[in-house]
């Protein structure tokens, strides 16, 4: 299209100059300053050619304008022997490909390429996903007034507040983030807690307690009104299984608590007791 454009721009320049009565233009290798000067150029030729009407011969118009369709179109099967996919629509004669198929990834009997490959992994079902939440960020809704520091914060009130998202799955992990912003004392009720989160938090005076929830145990500590709605009592408190006996600290505690349980030191069952005479 562009050098049909250009063909016929320099033949209406040639054409123009002979009528006129001017001498043939003669083209000569043009010394373009830099940067290029398009508008400049054009009006110094337009003067030499009295040529006007250069909008009509623009390099883009209106009737070459079309569609962005590609040109390659889906081959259309069974219509016609012309088409070169038509009777058979090249399945061939007779069959199981001719007919109805075969099995996805089916190889002809041998083993297939999904069997051949060696397995590698495993999705643990036992798996929890716990959603990290920084000291610092929960000093900062403290300080914004969010969050009563005077009162026992659980998952529940960060929730409310606004500290967590939507990707709470099995609980709450306590993180160090941000630990020297806590200056006073605070008492959780998380899932899970670091190390560093938990030595901060008792060094400001507070504690940190380690609470154990099933799935509908959770769901009935964040959203207890969906039980209401439903006409449904809440759940008693689930134990936790013997494999995260070690990890908690106690069992969770429903409807949400506004206030800690104590840490209690419970006497060892190997310490001797002795009888009254």
């Known amino acids: 299209m562009l050098r049909r454009r250009l063909s016929v721009l320099s033949t209406s320049i040639i054409r123009s100059s002979i009528y006129n009565r001017y001498p043939a233009v003669q083209f000569q290798p043009l010394q373009l300053p830099q940067p290029l000067n ?6 110094n030729l337009n003067a030499h050619t009295n ?4 909008r009509a011969y623009s390099l883009l118009s209106l009737n070459d304008l079309r569609d962005n369709v590609p040109r390659k179109q889906k081959t259309r099967k069974g219509r016609g ?6 009777k058979t629509a090249g399945r061939g004669h007779k069959g199981q490909r001719a007919r109805k198929g075969s099995k996805l990834g089916f190889e002809g009997g ?8 060696p397995k590698r992994g495993f999705k643990n079902p036992f798996s929890l996903t716990f959603q990290p939440i920084g000291l610092g960020k929960i ?3 403290i300080n914004a007034g969010k ?3 005077s009162e026992l914060i659980t998952m529940k009130t960060l929730k409310d507040a606004g500290v967590l998202g939507k990707q709470m799955k099995d ?3 306590l993180m160090g983030r941000g630990s020297e912003k806590i200056q006073w004392p605070i008492h959780l009720e998380v899932s899970r807690v670091t190390v560093r989160a938990k ?17 509908l145990g959770f769901r009935a500590l964040l959203k207890p009104e969906w039980f209401e709605k439903k006409g449904r009592l809440l759940p008693k408190a689930a134990r936790p299984p013997p494999k995260q006996k070690d990890k908690v600290d106690s069992i969770g505690r429903l409807p949400a608590p506004t206030k800690p349980i104590p840490f209690l030191v419970e006497a060892s069952k190997d310490l001797p007791v002795n009888q009254l005479s």
């Open 38 to 43: 398009l508008h400049a150029t054009f009006s």
């Open 51 to 54: 040529f006007q009407g250069f």
């Open 81 to 86: 022997i012309g088409s070169g996919k038509g």
């Open 110 to 117: 041998q083993t297939p390429l999904r069997r051949r490959m």
């Open 139 to 141: 000093a900062t809704f």
């Open 147 to 149: 969050i009563d520091s």
């Open 171 to 173: 609980g709450v992990r």
């Open 199 to 215: 030595e901060a938090v008792e060094a400001a005076g507070g504690s940190v307690r380690k609470v154990y929830y099933n799935k």
